[in-house]
């Protein structure tokens, strides 16, 4: 017995081992497809004066250049490309809530529930609110790995930001220098 169990828990950990591979640093953009001009997301927050989260939709407005987000109550807020300073993926590994439960049960093996995972993917918003003049960072949770590259992508393309590895920014203006009177 105690040797079925030796063995059980080194085939787990080399299965777990050889699933959890390090992503490339380098994303090749060639791959990426365009985003759908709108698609499901959810808000989670960071937007100044919405505390709520909210089941929705984000949409490119590119008449207006400006990504909007809607809900079934009609259009929550809109981000004017030109205030986005920074556009980037975030992916978090999560415990499932079944393994939370099964890894709390008291019985011998139950805590090995607790490497059941499930990646939860974000589109993250760096911006400088134009009406307020306050920088947020504002957080949607995407459903797919794809989705959310292409979503950066295409959005970091539409704000004339510059790529640096999966991430999108707006180098800072440099300053004009200042003549002294001679």
């Known amino acids: 017995m105690y040797k079925f169990l030796l063995i059980s828990l080194f085939a787990l950990m080399a299965a777990v081992s050889v699933g959890a591979q390090p992503r490339p640093i380098a994303s090749d953009a060639k791959n990426i497809k365009p ?27 590119d008449v207006n250049e400006r990504l909007t987000f809607k809900a079934a109550k009609g259009e929550i807020f809109s981000i004017p490309y030109d205030s ?13 809530t079944a393994g939370s439960v099964i890894s709390a049960i008291p019985v011998p093996g139950a805590g090995l529930a607790g490497f059941i ?15 307020t003049d306050i920088r947020a ?15 950066v992508a295409t959005l970091g393309k539409k704000a004339n930001l510059t790529q640096r590895g999966d991430a999108y920014f707006r180098p800072k203006p440099t300053p004009k220098p200042v003549l002294q009177p001679n």
């Open 137 to 151: 960072a504002i957080n949607f949770k995407l459903e797919t790995k794809e989705l959310l590259d292409s979503v």
């Open 35 to 61: 985003a759908p001009e709108s698609f499901a997301a959810k808000y989670e927050g960071g937007m100044f004066g919405y505390s709520e989260k909210f089941e929705g939709t984000l949409a490119f407005d």
């Open 84 to 96: 986005l300073l920074v556009v980037y993926p975030q992916s978090q590994s999560v415990s499932t």
């Open 117 to 131: 995972r499930e990646k939860r993917r974000y589109l993250i918003l760096q911006i400088n609110d134009p009406d």
